[in-house]
């Protein structure tokens, strides 16, 4: 492995990673809207949820779905771009995983902004699409019908989508570098959950039970997740307030 090879694929990688398309159409759209102050009512509180991430998440809640879903896109294009140069420009060992990695290190802390972006899963989505597509549709189905269909538990989906990476390769490669990559791409993603993790626990000390299910609600791919647990009987519909 050639050190000098490693630092470019990683430096590419976290530079290309670190540019924030949400901040891009969030300033094109609403120039006076800011990503950083986006806040969710949560029942039975006078405060609001904070979303830390600003992402295409931030986007949908402040834009609309179709905004989110461009930044969405445009996030896992720049690291699959990046991932595809690297590994077409080195073919004689997988530096693009580390390509990959980076990439979604700069889409968490990005250098441009603070180090404050996203949460990293479509940086991820990003990455697959050149390490292995397949894994894409293996991985978000295996962790659809694991947390809907089996623990009718829309946010253990969301997590086991990246979970399922880690048998996939192994089984499919039997290649450490594979496997590592796999392990990494979650810790990093654990990592950049913490701010988002301290406001759960914030409210849960106010003793306000705050629903993830309203922050998915906000977001086209969550709400298409949540309605198909509705159809399997898996979400209780909200009492309205005229009931």
Same mark, same amino acid.
């Not at 630092?7 to 969030?26: H, K, M, N, P, Q």
């Not at 991932?83 to 997988?94: D, G, M, Q, S």
């Given at each position: 492995?050639?050190?000098?090879?490693? #630092?470019? !694929?990683?430096? #590419?990688?976290?530079?290309?990673? !670190?540019l924030?398309?949400? *901040?891009?159409?969030?300033?094109?759209?609403?120039?006076?809207?800011? $990503?950083?102050?986006?806040d $969710?009512?949560?029942?039975?509180?006078?405060?609001?949820?904070?979303?830390?991430?600003v992402?295409?998440?931030?986007? !949908?809640?402040k834009?609309?779905? *179709?905004?989110g879903?461009?930044?969405?896109?445009?996030?896992?294009?720049?690291v699959?771009?990046?991932?595809?140069?690297?590994?077409?420009?080195?073919t004689?060992?997988?530096y693009?995983?580390?390509?990959a990695v980076?990439?979604?290190?700069g889409?968490?802390?990005p250098?441009?902004?603070?180090?404050?972006? &996203?949460?990293?899963?479509?940086?991820v989505?990003?990455?697959?699409?050149?390490?292995?597509?397949? @894994?894409i549709f293996a991985t978000?189905? &295996?962790?659809?019908f694991?947390?809907?269909?089996? $623990? *009718?538990n829309?946010v253990i989906?969301?997590f086991l989508?990246?979970?399922?990476?880690?048998?996939?390769?192994?089984?499919?490669?039997?290649?450490?570098?594979?496997l590592?990559y @796999?392990?990494?791409?979650? #810790?990093?993603?654990?990592?950049?959950?913490?701010?988002?993790?301290?406001?759960y626990?914030?409210f849960?000390?106010?003793?306000?039970?705050?629903?993830?299910?309203?922050?998915l609600?906000?977001? @086209?791919? &969550?709400r298409?997740?949540l309605?198909?647990? !509705?159809? #399997? &009987?898996?979400?209780?519909?909200?009492?309205? @307030?005229t009931?």
């Amino acid at each position: 492995m050639d050190w000098v090879t490693v #630092l470019t !694929s990683c430096g #590419l990688g976290y530079l290309v990673g !670190s540019l924030s398309f949400a *901040r891009l159409i969030a300033r094109i759209r609403s120039p006076s809207g800011q $990503l950083e102050e986006v806040d $969710l009512p949560v029942e039975g509180s006078d405060e609001d949820y904070r979303v830390r991430a600003v992402s295409a998440s931030a986007v !949908s809640l402040k834009l609309g779905p *179709r905004w989110g879903f461009a930044v969405m896109a445009l996030d896992m294009l720049k690291v699959a771009a990046a991932t595809l140069i690297v590994k077409l420009a080195f073919t004689e060992e997988p530096y693009f995983l580390i390509t990959a990695v980076a990439g979604m290190v700069g889409h968490v802390w990005p250098v441009y902004h603070g180090f404050r972006g &996203g949460r990293g899963v479509t940086a991820v989505y990003g990455g697959l699409w050149v390490i292995d597509w397949i @894994a894409i549709f293996a991985t978000f189905l &295996g962790g659809m019908f694991l947390g809907i269909v089996v $623990l *009718r538990n829309v946010v253990i989906s969301y997590f086991l989508s990246l979970w399922l990476l880690i048998p996939w390769f192994w089984f499919r490669t039997h290649d450490w570098r594979y496997l590592a990559y @796999a392990v990494v791409v979650n #810790l990093i993603f654990v990592a950049g959950m913490i701010p988002d993790l301290k406001e759960y626990v914030r409210f849960t000390r106010m003793g306000v039970v705050h629903d993830p299910n309203d922050y998915l609600r906000q977001t @086209a791919m &969550g709400r298409g997740m949540l309605k198909m647990l !509705s159809l #399997l &009987g898996g979400e209780r519909k909200k009492p309205d @307030a005229t009931d």
